[in-house]
């Protein structure tokens, strides 16, 4: 085990915190109109009463981005992670299907799927996970019959008082960060990093996002809205709901 060194933390972040904004903006720039608009309940809309084409362009712009952002960051959140482990104690990301990250300590080798927080999943995800646990045990050892292998859940935030699930564990926050590091104060000390640049990425993301809204406030008008600026409800559920012609 070697000793963390937070400006390794830092330095990490600072050069790939980069790549989290910048996925943002493309997954902002590859949103289309009416491809969000078929994933969307029209019958809601109208129950609450929108009656702009900016509100709803805005509502379901909003949704799609905070999903995604989620997905985004906590693939980030998982790249450092492995990179932390990897300093600390020699860790690796796996190559067996599904498993982010190998690593070995006091004679165990440690199997880790690592997701965002806490409730990540149903009940049929979480037998996929065990399942692919216990397949990950099996590939390790055909080649080490004598291999201990501890399968763990890692969640980036939120708390689980009961880690024990039988057949792994559920480690969250600041055990988890612990758990990886060596460093009970790492979930912590990983704040301040996480804000390098914040403000000039995000402005720049709020340039996009401004446009985007524009440009699909118009759309919308165009496509749904009478000649009067009234929302065209029929024809909006038309395209949504209605059977191919």
């Known amino acids: 085990m070697n000793q963390l060194n937070l400006k390794d933390v830092t330095q990490y972040v600072e050069e790939n915190i980069g790549t989290f904004h910048q996925k943002r903006i493309e997954r902002l720039n590859n949103l289309r109109l009416k491809t969000v608009l078929k994933k969307k309940n029209p019958y809601l809309f109208k129950a609450k009463h929108l009656l702009t084409a900016n509100e709803i362009v805005q509502g379901i712009a909003d949704a799609y981005i905070s999903s995604?952002?989620?997905t985004i960051f906590g693939d980030w959140l998982e790249g450092l992670a492995i990179f932390i482990?990897?300093?600390v104690y020699g860790g690796w990301k796996s190559g067996i299907p599904n498993i982010d990250l190998e690593?070995?300590?006091?004679?165990?080798?440690f199997i880790i799927n690592i997701k965002?927080?806490?409730n990540w999943g149903n009940s049929s995800q979480i037998a996929k996970m065990k399942s692919d646990f216990k397949t990950a045990q099996r590939t390790l050892r055909t080649s080490n019959s004598n291999l201990i292998v501890v399968s763990i859940n890692g969640c980036c935030y939120?708390?689980?008082?009961?880690p024990d699930k039988g057949n792994y564990f559920k480690y969250c926050g600041q055990e988890f960060w612990e758990f990886i590091s060596g460093n009970k104060n790492l979930y912590i000390d990983i704040i301040e990093p996480l804000g390098h640049k914040s403000k000039e990425r995000n402005?720049?993301?709020?340039?996009?996002?401004s446009k985007m809204i524009n440009k699909f406030t118009r759309n919308f008008i165009t496509d749904f809205c009478k000649p009067n600026?009234?929302?065209n409800w029929i024809k909006l559920v038309e395209f949504n709901s209605g059977k191919k012609k």
């Open 158 to 162: 939120g708390i689980d008082n009961r």
């Open 68 to 70: 995604g952002e989620e």
């Open 229 to 231: 600026g009234e929302i």
């Open 203 to 209: 402005d720049e993301f709020m340039e996009s996002y």
């Open 103 to 109: 690593f070995d300590k006091d004679n165990i080798r």
């Open 85 to 87: 482990n990897q300093k």
């Open 116 to 118: 965002s927080g806490p």
